[in-house]
């Protein structure tokens, strides 16, 4: 199970602090909060999470990897075109609040992209295709 599909089975119960089974046939809304890039290692974890079934601990979503963003550059994540499309597109869809430093709204997509860019991500993942992400910043 990924961890985005288990809010789907399983609520969490605040009172004893635990996690209850859902009931079946109950509508769930539900999302993994956005990391902010500059946040390397909290950033790498959740998109671990998002593609590695079934982690029985956080060592074992490491893998052999000392570190979470080592993990990920080793199975792809990072490199990929299209988990930044997807984390970009998340942020902007998302962005509720003017304080959540790392979201804008989709009329500021060009502060987020020159944002991003300016991060510590390393400049070889945001280098593929500058009219890729020209073409990214104008959708609506």
């Not at 593609?51 to 029985?56: E, G, L």
């Not at 490491?62 to 988990?83: H, N, Q």
């Amino acid at each position: 199970m990924l961890y985005a599909e288990f809010s789907e089975l399983y609520r969490f119960n605040y009172q004893d602090r635990t996690w209850v089974k859902r009931k079946r046939n109950t509508p769930v809304i539900a999302r993994v909060q956005a990391i902010p890039v500059q946040n390397e290692e909290l950033f790498a974890m959740r998109a671990l999470l998002m593609v590695k079934k079934s982690p029985i601990s956080f060592d074992d979503l490491k893998g052999d990897s000392e570190t979470y963003f080592e993990e990920a550059c080793k199975l792809g994540l990072i490199e990929s075109s299209e988990f930044w499309d997807n984390y970009l597109n998340e942020v902007v869809q998302y962005a509720k609040r003017p304080k959540d430093g790392y979201h804008r709204n989709p009329s500021q997509s060009e502060s987020l992209l020159l944002e991003i860019s300016r991060s510590d991500v390393r400049p070889e993942f945001l280098s593929d295709s500058s009219s890729r992400w020209q073409n990214w910043a104008v959708r609506p």
